[in-house]
């Protein structure tokens, strides 16, 4: 049995990571392969009663890597890519944005357990895209939506939180402007493909 390959897509809200991970999705079964999305762990966090956005916190955090990983493992099931919307290392940016938004400290253990954690649950990506937030695109929150969705300062916070993290942890990813999603999804088939003829 081949081992089912994995596209992460990491990036503040609203920057193209749905979008990249559908025109992705798209492509690759057109050339025959069996691919399934993940995501959606911030509103079925939400639905449990965990605090988001600005409120997010460890156990938040917690529990959407953890998640996250579990509803990975379950693709991998029935599918030869799965293409993960949304990267244990966004929910670390997020944490660490809304701490910085709330003036408050995460404490070094703590950081230090989760991220050993999402590099856990990491392993074994063919691409790694990383949305590049553009403040000049405008942002109009969809109806429901919380209302930290159009919180300037936290969103940009979370994109620099998020592009320093995988700088620090030394992780292979292309980054993505909002002018390069279609190198961004040629990027991500020819990494699939490339990891499957060398497998």
Do not use: C
Request: charged share 20%; proline share 4%.
């Amino acid at each position: 049995m081949v081992t089912p390959l994995h596209i992460r897509i990491a990036g503040t809200h609203s920057t193209g990571k749905t979008t990249l991970a559908r025109r992705i999705e798209m492509e690759l079964r057109a050339t025959g392969l069996t691919v399934t999305r993940t995501g959606g762990l911030a509103k079925r966090a939400a639905a449990l009663g965990f605090p988001k956005m600005t409120r997010h916190t460890i156990a938040s955090t917690e529990w959407i890597i953890a998640a996250g990983a579990a509803a990975v493992r379950e693709a991998e099931l029935t599918a030869e890519v799965v293409i993960i919307d949304r990267t244990a290392h966004d929910a670390i940016a997020y944490l660490q944005a809304a701490n910085q938004h709330r003036h408050e400290t995460i404490l070094t253990n703590d950081l230090a357990r989760l991220m050993a954690l999402a590099d856990l649950h990491s392993h074994r990506p063919a691409g790694y895209l990383a949305t590049v937030l553009d403040p000049a695109m405008p942002l109009a929150a969809p109806i429901g939506k919380d209302p930290d969705w159009t919180e300037t300062g936290f969103r940009t916070a979370v994109d620099e939180y998020l592009h320093q993290l995988l700088a620090e942890r030394n992780i292979d990813h292309l980054a993505v402007p909002s002018d390069s999603h279609a190198t961004a999804v040629r990027a991500a088939v020819e990494a699939v493909h490339d990891a499957m003829a060398t497998a």
